[in-house]
C-alpha cells in the first residue's frame, strides 16, 4: 500500500527563520514520483516540485529547496529566509511510475505554515 | 487563460437536494479527477476518468456520481446531499492518466450541507 506522512500539522515561524516541512512516504515500487503543492489563502492548489525516484540529486529554487533521499523514505521541503507570503498549507504527493487504472496520486494530510511578520 | 474552471465558487445545499458541480479544463488533457478537502485528511480521491467515455471509482466514491461524455466536461453530482459532504472539492486534470504528469488543479468549489 502507499501512504504519504506529513506528521507536522502546523507550523509557526517568524519572518526570516528557516522552516522545514516533512514528508514520509511508503511504497513498494522501486520507481515513483513525488510532488509538493502549496495552497495559499486564497485556496488553489499550486505545482512547486516533482521528483523522480530515480534521481536524487537534491533541487533549489530561490528560497526554496528539496532533499530526496530514499534511503530514509523522505522528501523534505526547506524554506530559506522565509516571508509572510510563505504561509499556506503545503501537501506532499505520491505517485506511481506507472499509471493504469486505479494509480492516482496520493496526497499527505498537509502542514499548514504560518509565518508571522 | 487555459486551465480548469470550476463552477459554483461555493454552495449552500439543504441535505436531501441534488447538487452538480462543473468542471471544464480547455487543455485538452485526458485525464480528470475529483477530489475532496477536509481538515486533517488532506485530499481524496473521489473518482476519476482516464479518458473520455470512462470512469472509476476512488478512495471515497460512495454518494457521488461523474460523467465524461467529452475530454473538457467532468461533473460531479451528489445526489441526495448529507452533512458528511460538507468539504471543498477539487477537479484534476493531467495530461494522460499518468502521475509522472502531476496533476492541474481547479480553484474549488465550498460545498456546506445543512
Known amino acids: 500500500a502507499q501512504k504519504v506522512t506529513q506528521a507536522q500539522t502546523e507550523i509557526s515561524v517568524v519572518e526570516k527563520e528557516d522552516v522545514t516541512l516533512d514528508c514520509v512516504y511508503e511504497t513498494r515500487d522501486t520507481t515513483y514520483y513525488l510532488f509538493w503543492y502549496k495552497q495559499p489563502p486564497s485556496g488553489e492548489l499550486v505545482f512547486l516540485i516533482r521528483r523522480n525516484s530515480f534521481d536524487e540529486q537534491n533541487e533549489i529554487s530561490g528560497r526554496y529547496s528539496w532533499n530526496f533521499q530514499k534511503s530514509t523514505s523522505s522528501f523534505n521541503f526547506t524554506i530559506t529566509a522565509s516571508q509572510v507570503v510563505d504561509s499556506a498549507v503545503y501537501f506532499c504527493?505520491?505517485?506511481?511510475?506507472?499509471?493504469?487504472?486505479?494509480?492516482?496520486?496520493?496526497f499527505g494530510t498537509g502542514t499548514l505554515l504560518a509565518v508571522q511578520p | 487563460i487555459a486551465g480548469i474552471t470550476q463552477a459554483p465558487t461555493s454552495q449552500i445545499l439543504a441535505a436531501g437536494r441534488r447538487m452538480t458541480l462543473r468542471c471544464t479544463q480547455d487543455m485538452r488533457h485526458n485525464a480528470m479527477y475529483w477530489y475532496r478537502q477536509d481538515l486533517g485528511l488532506g485530499l481524496r480521491l473521489i473518482h476519476y476518468?482516464?479518458?473520455?467515455?470512462?470512469?472509476g471509482k476512488g478512495e471515497v466514491p460512495d454518494g457521488y456520481s461523474v460523467s465524461r461524455a467529452n475530454t473538457d466536461d467532468f461533473p460531479l453530482t451528489l445526489a441526495s446531499a448529507v452533512p458528511s459532504q460538507t468539504s471543498v472539492y477539487f477537479c484534476?486534470?493531467?495530461?494522460?492518466?499518468?502521475?509522472?504528469?502531476?496533476?492541474?488543479f481547479g480553484s474549488g468549489t465550498r460545498l456546506t450541507v445543512v
Open positions: 484534476a486534470s493531467s495530461v494522460e492518466d499518468d502521475t509522472r504528469y502531476g496533476y492541474t
Open positions: 476518468s482516464n479518458t473520455a467515455g470512462t470512469t
Open positions: 504527493a505520491l505517485g506511481r511510475y506507472y499509471g493504469g487504472a486505479t494509480n492516482k496520486l496520493i
